[in-house]
């Protein structure tokens, strides 16, 4: 997980590639050629909620279908202060029936196969753990983009069968 700060100075250069113009104010506006046809059409789409929007997309995920919201954190030991440290990793829903499985842009799949596709740096354990929007929320600097929230419902509801759990 980066931090909001160095998050956002990167989605600044996806927000071009996925993002209607409609949805982000002058500052954030991407070129006038994207629209939201071009974000439809996209192979590996998903991917970009995948590298720094996976909390808004699990609250997309959870305001669209009701979803419990999850998160993978690494925990490792500060020693200066003699506590555990939490760092998220990485926001998902839980499956609505089977805890195993998850939902995240990839799609429904094991909540296991998803800590093997996460990075962590250093030291520490990766542990699963039931999460919030307001905890979300609270984990970086900004909080979290409500544009980009209701352009991942957009983008869920074009391509619902890849995360509606039967």
Wanted: negative net charge.
């Amino acid at each position: 997980y980066v931090t909001k700060s160095k998050r956002n100075h990167r989605n600044m250069k996806l927000y071009p590639i996925l993002f209607s113009e409609s949805s982000y104010n002058m500052s954030r506006q991407p070129p006038k050629d994207i629209n939201d046809k071009n974000m439809m059409n996209m192979d590996n789409d998903h991917g970009i909620y995948c590298t720094g929007l996976c909390g808004e997309f699990a609250v997309a995920l959870s305001e669209t279908f009701g979803y419990q919201l999850g998160s993978i954190v690494q925990v490792t030991r500060d020693e200066d202060y003699d506590e555990d440290v939490h760092t998220l990793v990485h926001a998902f829903a839980y499956h609505p029936t089977d805890k195993s499985l998850g939902v995240d842009a990839v799609g429904i799949r094991p909540i296991d196969e998803m800590m093997e596709d996460v990075y962590v740096s250093g030291e520490g354990k990766l542990e699963v753990q039931p999460t919030s929007k307001i905890a979300l929320d609270e984990q970086g600097l900004e909080g979290l983009d409500n544009k980009a929230v209701d352009d991942a419902m957009r983008y869920i509801a074009a391509h619902i069968n890849r995360y509606k759990a039967d």
